[in-house]
């Protein structure tokens, strides 16, 4: 099986990043719900020191525009400079959640039914989450992409202090977490520039937020702007500001600092002409972008790569080449460090007839929401045993937060999940392991060749209905060799009934120690030493638990899917599918999917 090349960019962009997960690139509408700052009076006075007394609005957006206009207005210009064809609803003006909850829902609303947004995105300060907003944005999750753009600034409480902040670093931590355990997206916005702040200030701003559940970077230079707090500092010589190559030399040092998995959504600040007082750069932002990538490439330096030596020292040298990170070998894990004996996987395993791999050949892998469940992880140690010869694992995973989340359950992998986290790829005992960062959906077509086995993570449909659609399987089960099997924890009649109308054939486990049985397929009923016994199989095909998800475009979000599925149920249930019993029907579940 083949795998797509790593892009020449040495850090990862968001427009690649939103193209890895979407297919294409999404445009950014901000709106200002016109909530202003919590940390600034009616009259401008207060606020932080660096920020203008009209806080950051998106330059297009007038005075007394209603959010539809403004909605409006985003879309248009997005469509004419970019040929957008999908966007970001981004509450980016003031503090996005500094408001009542009735609101904030009220005004969000408004937006969301403006147009379509996949992904919605609110920049906050950490201090104004509170808990009754943090489960709203949770319950918003369900049907979009959310992400949080916290205004980190700095790691430091000194300069925060300064910077007349209202929280400290604590604060931001906290906020950082409560987010990630809705499963939110959060990214960390800083400024290098700091007053006295300098490498090491911001080396260390790069190690507190790395220790944090942070999934994406926005950067800024200090901007020196009319009417702030640090205009009269400016102007008396106590602050100085750096032009485009000084911030460069800091910035590239930052990058390799933050892992590489996270996307960078900004290297440099902007800022209206009239309010800008300095620096003033030669560079406009794209021109500033690329010599930042052609900088980083000279000098072999890429996004994270100081953490993928023990050492930082050990970071190669102006004009040597980078690193080999494709192939990051680390030592076998120590005994005990996975679940063998009695995982899922195992009982799995031996529930199936694989085929025996020629000694000089690989077996490879191909597991479907990598870090959404334990298959994957409990096979670095079981599959290079159980074929007798050595394992590539391609590892299709959509949440840039999975992988923190299986330390805890696996602490003596901590090795390969850095070594994924910050090259994408590493090699065990054994074992080699490529991860293909996005939404499974679209990066599976980037695949070539035949998978031996096919893992599917998610224990439930519930966790990730995306890859448990007939839509998706069709293209996954492709890839799958003629003596290939599919192995997945969860048993689902929706799961089984989508395989068997697939052409595979199914089986289950057979193991006291866990009842549920999980699900296997295969091209070949030969694979499967235990078929699924005849109740089950017409649970399966003949009621109405076991008709599939859909997802016809392949880009449905989860509520579309779920939706979708309980009016197709209603309708074969008027035309006599039964919901549960099996017994014969005289109604074809088939039609339904013509």
Known sequence: MAHPDISDQPFLDYRHYLEERYGHVLYRVPIDLGFGCPHRQANGQGGCAFCAPNGARAAHLQPGM????????????????????????????GTATHAPLDILRERVAVVLAAATFPIVVFATRPDCLPPPILDWLAELGREHEVWVELGVQTCHDATLTRLCRGHDVACTMRAARDLHARHLGVAAQVILGLPGEGPDEFRETARRLREEPFGGIKIHHLNILRGSDFEASWRGGEIAVMDEHAYGEVLMDFLREIPANWPVMRLSADAPAEQLLAPHWWMTKAEFRHYIGVQMQRRGWRQGDRLATANPDHAPRAGTPPPDQTQLLLPPPPPGAGRPASSPLAILLRAAHLRVQEPASS???????????????????????????RVILHALACDPTALADRRLDYPGYSGLLTALAVCG?????????????????HTVVRLAGRADLVLLEPETIDALPAVFTLDFLRRVVHLLAPDGVLLSACASPALRGTLLR?????????????????????????????????????????????????????NWPTPRILDYRERLAARMQRRGLPATLPVPVDVSPEDAFA
Do not use: M, N
């Open 425 to 441: 790829r590493c090699q065990w005992t054994g074992i080699k392991v490529l991860l293909h960062r996005g939404d499974p959906r």
């Open 363 to 389: 077996a490879v892998a191909l597991a479907i929401g990598f870090g959404r469940g334990h298959l994957a992880l409990d096979g670095v140690d079981l599959l290079p045993r159980q074929y007798g010869t």
């Open 66 to 93: 209603d959010l539809q206009a403004q909605v409006a207005s985003g879309i248009r210009l997005a469509r004419e400079h970019h040929g957008a064809r999908d966007y970001i609803a981004y509450f980016q003006a």
């Open 502 to 554: 697939l052409g595979l054939s199914v089986g289950r486990s057979h193991d006291p120690a866990w009842p549920r049985g999980g699900t296997l397929a295969a091209w070949k009923p030969a694979s499967l030493r235990f078929p699924l016994p005849e109740p089950e199989r017409r649970l399966a095909l003949e009621c109405g638990v076991g008709l599939p998800y859909r997802d016809r475009a392949l």
